[in-house]
């Protein structure tokens, strides 16, 4: 009686704000007439058990073992050290990568260095993130590891190469460099003193005419060496086990629930990444309906921060949106899973949300999913306190309970949707690939009905739910393991 008496308020309030939010100029549901059908749609699905269904075996599996038994490693040739700019995901390629230069020059890796994000401005270091004692042990045989230098190189830190040009600095490796670079460029200098220090490094190891085993060793370290620390794959369980029995006390923190339980098994879960902040939406150069003011600020912003130089300001909203250039806005990757015949009782769990627009942006989504979850609705401030102001430790906690979903989507393809779309591939996950060019088309006809929405998005997203993707020349090894990583079965 009380929760059902808690969600008529909720739904009291909603509509309150629904009303004062269309007399304001902020977001309001910008394709109403497909989002008032979306919201009266029944659970009319019989697509409904076929999405929930895992994905069939496809006739690959991981082929990540190196063939070559040789435990014996190599005499060192000096050691590697790097220095990681980026999000946790981008750290994350610069890691496999490093591990992959490390074993090209038969060197040492010296445990990589997280640079601090002048974004997310996060201190944690590979230590506070990863189990390093695992990603030791894990590559043992394939490379020495040390999780700091020897004292005779102490002196080869951060600041030392910050403050003035140093002989063991390597600055120069190009964007997608040849084994045969690092032979050439790297080597000497390992000979000479015995370390090199490569900065930048994102980005600076090739995809193609890699070693067959230096491929499968970035994708070991990828897909086995790293793991995260204990406390944050224990918060990411709890997380889990909440989506997947609410309500159940013996999963610790009770929630109050609504609708309907996932039967007597276990309930199964989409995770949704929604970045949807202020410097994509300017980025992008798209329109998203938030008026004269909202443009305004987004094109500030861009001169802000980029000067104005923005390719995608070039070309026009619509021209962006035919391209599938333009990130989903909450409401459009609500419209999209609802074509694709998810319901109000799907659980969803939210993935990184800085939502630019904030609530009333985000409250269309809410909407047609009010069983809409986050770190923060699923766990208490006591259990999120180690995480607390840490952006990695939390795109690490969003990372496991999306590797844990029996559905992942992202409402913009960007590093969090490659490293899953990746990962998830190598274990034949289902993945929710959005069609972005045709979605950017479909949202800007204004003659299309909810059913003609409908059948354009299911026939549009056939083949798109994780089906597997040989990698194509230049494309990354991380986001398309197969055929690298995922080999043919017998
Ligand atoms: C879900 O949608 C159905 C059909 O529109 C509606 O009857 C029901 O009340 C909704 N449930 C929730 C929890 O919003
Ligand atoms: C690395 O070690 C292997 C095996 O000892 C050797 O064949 C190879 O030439 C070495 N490469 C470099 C760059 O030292
Ligand atoms: C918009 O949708 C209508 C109805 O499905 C269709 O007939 C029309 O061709 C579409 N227009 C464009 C520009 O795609």
């Known amino acids: 009686m009380k929760l059902q008496h808690c969600h008529m308020l909720e739904i009291l309030l909603l509509v309150l704000i629904t009303s004062v939010m269309s007399e304001s100029s902020f977001p309001k549901p ?11 749609q029944q659970a009319l699905n019989e697509q409904q058990w076929d999405l929930w269904t895992p994905l069939p075996n496809q006739g690959w599996k991981p082929c990540i073992d190196s063939t070559s038994a040789s435990p014996q490693l190599p005499d060192s040739s000096g050691y590697i050290q790097v220095f990681l700019d980026g999000g946790l995901n981008q750290q994350r390629m610069g890691i496999c990568d490093a591990v992959a230069v490390a074993k090209i020059l038969n060197a040492t890796l010296v445990i990589p260095y997280l640079e601090v994000n002048p974004v997310w401005k996060d201190t944690s270091s590979f230590e506070d993130i990863f189990d390093v004692d695992h990603f030791i042990s894990v590559l043992k045989d394939d490379i020495s590891i040390v999780r700091e230098l020897p004292d005779e190189y102490a002196w080869s830190t951060r600041e030392y190469y910050a403050s003035a040009i140093r002989f063991t600095r390597v600055k120069s490796a190009p964007l997608h460099a040849s084994a045969n670079w ?12 015995g370390i090199a220090a490569i900065s930048p490094f994102s980005h600076r190891l090739a995809f193609d005419n890699m070693p067959m085993e230096i491929q499968r060793l970035r994708c070991k370290v990828n897909f086995k060496a790293l793991t995260f620390v204990p406390h944050v794959r224990n918060l990411g369980e709890v997380l889990v086990n909440r989506l997947r029995y609410p309500g159940d006390e013996s999963t610790g923190y009770l929630k109050e629930v609504v609708g309907t339980k996932g039967g007597d098994g276990a309930g199964k ?20 309906g938030g008026g004269k003011a909202e443009k305004k600020a987004l094109a500030r912003y861009r001169k802000a921060i980029w000067h104005g130089r923005v390719l995608n300001s070039r070309f026009t909203d619509e021209e962006l949106r035919n391209k599938g250039r333009c990130p989903l806005t909450p409401e459009e990757i609500g ?3 609802a074509a694709m015949g998810f319901d109000n009782s799907t659980r969803v769990y939210l993935a990184s949300h800085k939502v630019y627009g904030g609530e009333a942006r985000f409250s269309a989504l809410r909407k047609l999913f009010p069983q809409i979850e986050d770190k923060k609705s699923l766990a208490s401030s006591m259990e999120r306190s180690q995480i607390k102001g840490k952006a990695s430790l939390s795109a690490a906690v969003d990372y496991y309970v999306s590797m844990h979903s029996d559905i992942f989507v992202s409402a913009s393809p960007g590093n969090m949707h490659n490293a899953m779309v990746g990962h998830r591939a190598y274990l034949n996950l289902k993945t929710i690939r959005p069609n972005m060019a045709l979605l950017g088309q ?9 059913p003609g929405f409908q059948d354009a998005v299911v026939e549009g997203q ?8 040989v990698r194509k020349a230049k494309q990354s090894i991380y986001t398309y393991p197969v055929p690298d990583c995922v080999c043919q079965q017998a």
């Open 462 to 469: 056939r083949n798109r739910l994780g089906e597997l993707k």
């Open 30 to 40: 910008r394709h109403s007439r497909l989002f008032k059908s979306a919201l009266q």
């Open 182 to 193: 690092y032979l050439e460029n790297v080597s000497p200098v390992l000979e000479s003193y």
């Open 269 to 288: 879960f989409v995770a949704l990444h929604l970045r949807f902040d202020k410097d994509m939406a300017a980025h992008s150069a798209c329109d998203f």
């Open 442 to 450: 479909l949202f800007m006809n204004k003659s299309l009905n909810w």
């Open 335 to 337: 419209l999209l899973l």
